[in-house]
């Protein structure tokens, strides 16, 4: 594939707003497969990294999210780049590409990988949520033998089993909740902060589908949020790290001209 071709196969898995370049550097890369210039524009692939046009695509691709995600901050260069956001558009990208016969599945195509898939998935991904559900379950029940004999289930958690409370209400909702264990006990700590039995019940028919979690925790966001209002609070946080770090600095300054 050249590069316009490349432009094209972006182009018919999503339209941007804002246009963009592919480039091919002709070099090969020890550090990077490709790279996003935002300013520009610019998709740089490095093309003799790839062994062939599925593995080239797969990093155009990637460096494609970074464009539109781009597009979404209205041409503004955020101040972080693999956010929640990102992953979710790149996996979004990834998911209409395959359904256009446009990439392929690596991951799918090898014998060995799909038998090692699904011996993680089995013996310890849903083991695991498994245990994770029955903890959920013996935590419940010393809670209530704690209220019939007026202890602090709080200080039992935190003095007897020495576990963190989160993780303790964490289990405890997932066995109230009947999770599915094979989603596996980190994407039961994600589903068990929706309070909403409707969407916690879709984000785990997602996660049960194949949906990556920040594709499934995008999803369920009920509108998009104005871009003003979210630039106001990413102004907001980076004022507020800058106050920190400055006080922090006069601190140590302090603490240096003492020594």
């Known amino acids: 594939m050249n590069q316009d071709q490349v432009k094209l196969l972006l182009l018919s898995i999503e339209e941007p707003v804002l246009d963009f370049q592919v480039i091919f550097s002709g070099k090969k890369s020890k550090k990077v497969n490709g790279l996003y210039k935002i300013e520009e524009r610019e998709?740089?692939?490095?093309?003799?990294n790839f062994a062939n046009d599925n593995l080239l695509i797969y990093t155009?691709?990637?460096?494609?999210a970074h464009h539109l995600h781009n597009c979404?901050?209205?041409?503004?260069?955020?101040?972080?780049?693999?956010?929640?956001?990102?992953?979710?558009?790149?996996?979004?990208?990834?998911?209409?590409?395959?359904?256009?016969?446009?990439?392929?599945?690596?991951?799918?195509?090898?014998?060995?990988l799909n038998e090692l898939t699904n011996l993680i998935r089995e013996k310890y991904i849903k083991q695991n949520g498994t245990l994770f559900i029955e903890l959920g379950k013996y935590?419940?029940?010393?809670?209530?033998?704690?209220?019939?004999?007026?202890?602090?289930?709080?200080?039992y958690i935190d003095r007897i089993l020495c576990i963190p409370r989160l993780a303790a209400k964490t289990a405890i909702k997932s066995f109230s909740y009947n999770l599915n264990p094979s989603i596996g006990p980190d994407n039961m700590r994600f589903l068990s902060n929706f309070t909403n039995p409707d969407d916690r019940e879709i984000a785990q028919t997602s996660l049960l589908t194949g949906k990556s979690p920040d594709l499934v925790k995008m999803s369920l966001r009920k509108s998009e949020e104005d871009p003003c209002i979210r630039l106001e609070k990413e102004k907001n946080r980076l004022i507020r790290t800058i106050d920190t770090l400055s006080k922090r600095l006069k601190t140590v300054e302090i603490e240096l001209s003492k020594l």
């Open 60 to 64: 155009a691709i990637h460096e494609y």
């Open 43 to 48: 998709i740089i692939l490095h093309n003799k």
């Open 139 to 155: 935590l419940l029940k010393a809670q209530s033998l704690c209220d019939e004999e007026g202890l602090r289930f709080e200080d």
């Open 72 to 112: 979404k901050n209205n041409g503004l260069i955020p101040a972080r780049v693999h956010t929640t956001e990102f992953w979710a558009i790149f996996h979004d990208l990834l998911e209409k590409a395959e359904k256009k016969k446009l990439y392929s599945n690596a991951y799918e195509e090898s014998k060995k």
